[in-house]
């Protein structure tokens, strides 16, 4: 009788295995459907942040550009001529023209000191 219930016994534990293993690719499988659900949620969010930052540039472009033709109004209306331009207009032509003789910000430690801060927050 004990023969026979061992026989029963090991018979079962194959099937046992095969459920179980089964079971684990289920919830691999669930586990796998989630990750990808969430990662597409991250996707679409990143896709919104990088649509707004578009537009955020795009509407800075804009308005650097009005800020360069006002320049480029206030010296078309100011009374000094083309050869001999007043101070005032000569900084602002300096100023366009990139020889700004402020002291000007490193724009990679700039950056860089930004990612470190975005890092920190993650």
């Known amino acids: ?3 026979v219930r061992n026989l029963k016994k090991q018979q079962k534990l194959p099937e046992s295995r095969l459920r179980d293993n089964l079971e684990a690719i289920d919830r691999i499988r669930t586990d796998a459907v989630n990750d990808i659900e969430s990662l597409t949620e991250t996707f679409q969010h990143m896709a919104l942040v990088t649509e707004s930052v578009q537009q955020n540039y ?3 472009l804009a308005h650097n550009q009005l800020l ?4 480029l109004c206030i010296i078309d209306e100011c009374d000094c001529c083309q050869k001999t331009r007043c101070d005032r207009c000569q900084r602002i ?3 366009l023209a990139g020889n700004n003789p402020e002291p000007q910000i490193n724009a990679a430690r700039k950056y ?4 470190t ?3 920190n927050l993650g």
């Open 112 to 115: 860089q000191a930004i990612l």
């Open 1 to 3: 009788m004990q023969k």
């Open 58 to 60: 795009k509407a800075l």
């Open 93 to 95: 032509l300096q100023i």
């Open 68 to 71: 360069k033709d006002t320049l």
């Open 117 to 119: 801060q975005i890092r």
